[in-house]
């Protein structure tokens, strides 16, 4: 069974930066194209950033020119470095495949806020 666990979330004031993990175990990310996806309260799940297995990243508007999505197939890790962060960046945060999504890890929550 494919696992994905998030990390680096935080509390951050606005203007911050972040840098958000997510590592894949039971399947490799290589063949697949990733994303990164948020939640925030009373809202739901949007796609903010995604990285085809070739590696050619596309974003959200909300996003753009802010967040950068890498990744590392040698270490089946996804990356979100986060910069300018907004309060309306509060969200929790997830991984998965953009296509057939494998079961949602815990998320890691981000918190932008004075």
């Known amino acids: 069974q494919v696992q994905v666990v998030e990390s680096g979330g935080g509390l951050v004031q606005p203007g911050g930066s972040l840098r958000l993990s997510c590592a894949a175990s039971?399947?490799?990310?290589?063949?697949?194209?990733m994303g990164w996806y948020r939640q925030a309260p009373g809202k739901q799940r949007e796609l903010v950033a995604g990285?085809?297995?070739?590696?050619?990243?596309n974003y959200a508007d909300s996003v753009k020119g802010r967040f950068t999505i890498s990744r590392d197939n040698a270490k089946n890790t996804v990356f979100l470095q986060m910069s300018s962060l907004k309060p309306e960046d509060t969200a929790v945060y997830y991984c998965?495949?953009?296509?057939?999504?494998?079961?949602w890890g815990q998320g890691t929550q981000v918190t932008v806020s004075s």
């Open positions: 998965n495949r953009l296509v057939n999504t494998w079961n």
């Open positions: 039971g399947s490799t990310i290589r063949f697949y194209s």
């Open positions: 990285i085809s297995n070739f590696g050619i990243p």
